[in-house]
């Protein structure tokens, strides 16, 4: 069992800034990805950042620029520092993990965090 905790969400008005937050704690083997999506009401989900293993990010063009992702490897932890943020950045941002588990038989799998809510008002 894996698990993906967020924080950081809120409130924030055009302009301001949030850190989002997801710690990875579990039976993980390898950690091959870790990121970020989002989804606004009545749109699909969409790619807002990831870092992989190797560590080079890839951030959407939306928010290129405004948002950068990182994480602290010791701790399964990877970060959203969200600047400049705008009315459409508003949405439930969810944490995403890709990981390798298993021992004699290795998978690869991924898991999805509960989804922390940014809203953008002023």
């Known amino acids: 069992q894996v698990q993906l905790v967020e924080s950081g969400g809120g409130l924030v008005q055009p302009g301001g800034s949030l850190r989002l937050s997801c710690s990875a704690s579990?039976?993980?083997?390898?950690?091959?990805?870790m990121g970020w999506y989002r989804q606004a009401p009545g749109k699909e989900r969409e790619l807002v950042a990831t870092?992989?293993?190797?560590?080079?990010?890839n951030v959407a063009a939306s928010v290129r620029g405004r948002f950068t992702i990182s994480r602290d490897s010791a701790k399964n932890t990877v970060y959203l520092q969200m600047n400049s943020i705008k009315p459409e950045d508003a949405a439930v941002y969810y944490c995403?993990?890709?990981?390798?588990?298993?021992?004699?038989?290795?998978?690869?799998?991924?898991?999805w965090g509960q989804g922390t809510q940014v809203t953008v008002s002023s």
């Open positions: 579990g039976s993980i083997r390898t950690i091959i990805s």
């Open positions: 870092i992989p293993r190797n560590g080079l990010t």
């Open positions: 995403n993990l890709m990981a390798l588990q298993g021992d004699s038989a290795v998978q690869l799998n991924t898991y």
